[in-house]
């Protein structure tokens, strides 16, 4: 199974083709760089290094969010437009979710935690078992005070993981967390393939049109549609 991933949520976004047997190839952008101007080429050069074309594919995956709007609808709207092009099933995964896949297995508390900007984060608490990594808590946004009083308040052995935890590691720290490094700070392409196949091989897929951003709070940012019908040729 050939399967395309697009996580775009984060300032660092990626793209990957793998298989069952892990990635074939992958890119990624740091900031600075638009997510528009990054993905479409990247699908290309991604498909190009892994020996196949956009007809080889067996679904698409996409990072839902949540996190930065744009991002989001940027990867969303590639995702269903190529989906619905060429008939492929879809998976939306919560980035959350694959922040925190990626730091499997842990015996402790992991929390997935997220720059919201405008001195926000969004974070997810996780517990890894015999199945997986499975979300305790729904998505949570407000200030760093906040998360930190929620860890302390639970007394567990915790590490937290993103570039939210990065950027408040002292406060996090103060309260007995661990926060992981720059490495697993953004959901990666790569992730949200792994956690994606199982659910493409179970049937566990939707209708392109069916994806939808995981909104924590209202947007504040929207992204001109203008150009979302030309994502149907961006790519042979």
């Avoid at 842990?106 to 001195?119: C, F, H, I, K």
């Avoid at 969004?122 to 998505?139: E, I, Q």
């Avoid at 007995?176 to 994606?196: D, F, I, K, N, R």
Wanted: hydrophobic share 45%; proline share 6%.
């Amino acid at each position: 199974m050939l399967i395309l991933g697009i996580e775009t949520s984060t300032p660092r976004s990626s793209v990957c083709v793998c298989t069952d047997a892990g990635p074939l190839a992958m890119a990624s952008c740091g900031r600075g760089q638009a997510h528009a101007e990054f993905v479409t080429p990247a699908i290309a050069f991604c498909l190009r290094h892994a020996g196949a074309g956009v007809g080889d594919l067996d679904g698409v995956a996409v990072g839902l969010g949540p996190g930065l709007f744009t991002g989001m609808r940027v990867g969303i709207a590639t995702a269903q437009a190529l989906a619905h092009a060429r008939g492929l099933p879809a998976v939306g995964l919560a980035s959350l979710d694959v922040l925190a896949f990626a730091v499997r297995p842990s015996d402790r508390l992991v929390y997935g935690v997220l720059d919201a900007r405008r001195g926000e984060l969004f974070w997810a608490s996780y517990r890894h078992g015999p199945d997986g990594m499975h979300r305790l808590t729904g998505f949570q946004v407000g200030p760093p005070e906040r998360l930190a009083g929620e860890i302390e308040a639970r007394a567990e052995d915790a590490v937290c993981v993103g570039d939210g935890a990065l950027a408040h590691a002292t406060l996090l720290g103060s309260v007995g967390a661990e926060v992981g490094p720059a490495a697993v700070a953004h959901p990666s392409a790569a992730s949200l393939g792994q956690l994606a196949l199982p659910r493409f091989a179970g049937g566990e897929t939707h209708a392109p049109e069916d994806l939808r951003p995981v909104y924590v709070r209202q947007p504040d940012a929207r992204i001109s549609w203008r150009n979302r019908g030309a994502l149907l040729g961006g790519v042979r």
